[in-house]
């Protein structure tokens, strides 16, 4: 039986700036944050505010990114992962929601791995431990090793990743630089890249300061990292992709809001970000807003 590598990044806490971003809540606005595929399925999650004291979760399901089912849940919704066959969604309080199909869940006891982001690949477990740096929209990483995701030993890692995926035999992580100009922070987007976990992690790619990447990803041959957009500026969101990892080229996306997170499923890219959700069947070159 092959066995898989899985990416676990470790968010110690949710709200941490630069490390998870925030969801802003706006009267009127649906807020998304955090998608999973798995089973031929999209799950999404987020937020729909109707007034001041009116908040609740919502979850969108689509199997094509075209018909999505909403459910309307109570609970505070957190992070989404797929993993052993099952979706799992982590609370506030102690329990998780579990979902094969990402339209029945119910409640689980809540296991570590719940609260981590986890990406398929081969041979080992690998697990990115990330916490706040004290500088503004920055974060501290380890990265560990694990060969039953019981066991972790710390690997060699001089960068601090902000998130990780692995594809074409090549392990990628993307992390962003601080800079301080003046009395204001700055943050400049880097991408590394290894065929060996415990080798040398190569810089591939460095960006212009004030961009940032938030959320990486692997599928249908292409790498795609997408990011953080000062809403002061009229460019377009911070987006590059790659076909090995190591060779990146920045895409013109036409998205003017900051994207949380990416995921690849059933030929077609679907991004996440502050009031809009995007999809891509041309592995990046154009995007299309999801109207729910």
Same mark, same amino acid.
């Given at each position: ?5 899985? =990416? ?13 971003? %925030? ?9 998304? !944050? ?9 799950? $999404? ?8 004291? *009116?908040?609740?979760?919502?979850? =969108? ?11 309307? #849940? ?17 609370? $506030? ?48 990483? #380890? ?14 890692? #001089? ?16 992390? %962003?630089?601080?800079? #301080? ?17 415990? !080798? ?26 997408? !990011? ?14 790659? $076909?090995?990892?190591? %060779?990146?080229?920045?895409? *013109? ?11 690849? /499923? ?17 592995? /990046? ?6 109207? =729910?």
């Amino acid at each position: 039986m092959e066995k898989h590598l899985v =990416f676990v990044i470790f968010i110690w806490e949710l709200a941490l700036a630069g490390c998870t971003p %925030n969801i802003q809540k706006h009267t009127g606005y649906n807020n998304y !944050g955090q998608i999973a595929f798995g089973n031929g399925t999209f799950v $999404l999650t987020g937020l729909i505010r109707g007034g001041p004291q *009116d908040s609740r979760s919502i979850i =969108f399901v689509s199997k094509d990114g075209k018909r999505w089912t909403r459910l309307i #849940r109570e609970e505070n919704l957190q992070n989404v992962i797929f993993i052993d066959e099952s979706f799992y969604i982590t609370t $506030l309080s102690d329990v998780s929601l579990k979902s094969s199909d990402g339209l029945s869940w119910q409640e689980v006891k809540k296991e570590p791995f719940h609260k981590y982001s986890v990406i398929r690949g081969k041979d080992v477990f690998l697990c990115l431990e990330t916490r706040p740096s004290g500088a503004k929209e920055s974060c501290k990483s #380890r990265l560990y090793s694990s060969k039953d995701l019981q066991t972790w030993k710390s690997t060699v890692n #001089r960068v601090d990743f902000r998130d990780v995926a692995f594809g074409r035999g090549r392990y990628v992580g993307i992390a %962003n630089s601080y800079y #301080r100009q003046g009395q204001s922070f700055r943050l400049a987007p880097k991408v590394y890249s290894t065929s060996d976990i415990h !080798g040398k992690w190569a810089l591939n790619y460095g960006g212009p300061v004030s961009n940032q990447l938030y959320a990486l990803t692997y599928g249908s041959g292409m790498f795609i990292a997408v !990011g953080y957009k000062y809403e002061y500026d009229d460019s377009d969101v911070e987006m590059i992709v790659s $076909l090995d990892g190591i %060779n990146w080229r920045k895409v *013109d996306s036409g998205i003017k809001i900051s994207l949380y997170d990416i995921a690849f /499923g059933n030929d077609l890219f679907i991004a996440v970000g502050r009031y809009g959700v995007f999809s891509s069947k041309d592995n /990046g070159k154009s995007w299309k807003r999801i109207s =729910f």
